[in-house]
């Protein structure tokens, strides 16, 4: 059974950092994609940031490049986007999804998965940016 679970949310100051956590367990192998995601209030999700766990290859959407940056730690299951410079723009849910179908190559393969490629999702975890 394949368990998504986000940590690391918060309420910060605008031009303040925070790292999120996705814990992923479950798969067969410690190799996949996992993505970031984020919603805000009556907001589409967009997908933020990808990386696939096989190299360490990343992607990021424009709106966060520069600023988020993904890693992951294969030891642990878990994958991290740490978050710099941060705006009221941010805020919204931040949710982790992951698949086992792609495991490489994430810079030209995420694209497509954060479209529409992620097969098992987290809950989410909540980021407010505010003074």
């Known amino acids: 059974q394949v368990e998504i679970v986000e940590s690391g949310g918060g309420l910060v100051q605008p031009g303040g950092s925070l790292r999120l956590s996705c814990v992923v367990s479950?798969?067969?192998?410690?190799?996949?994609?996992v993505g970031w995601f984020r919603q805000a209030l009556g907001k589409q999700r967009e997908g933020v940031s990808c990386?696939?766990?096989?190299?360490?290859?990343?992607y990021y959407a424009d709106s966060v490049k520069g600023r988020f940056t993904v890693s992951r730690d294969n030891a642990k299951n878990t994958v991290y986007l740490q978050m710099d410079t941060l705006t009221p723009e941010d805020t919204a849910v931040f949710y982790c999804?992951?698949?086992?179908?792609?495991?490489?190559?994430?810079?030209?393969?995420?694209?497509?998965?954060?479209?529409?490629?992620?097969?098992?999702w987290g809950k989410g975890t909540p980021v407010t940016v505010s003074s």
């Open positions: 990386i696939t766990t096989g190299d360490g290859s990343t």
């Open positions: 479950g798969f067969s192998s410690q190799l996949y994609a």
């Open positions: 999804a992951a698949t086992e179908d792609v495991w490489h190559s994430g810079s030209l393969r995420c694209p497509s998965l954060l479209r529409s490629g992620m097969d098992y």
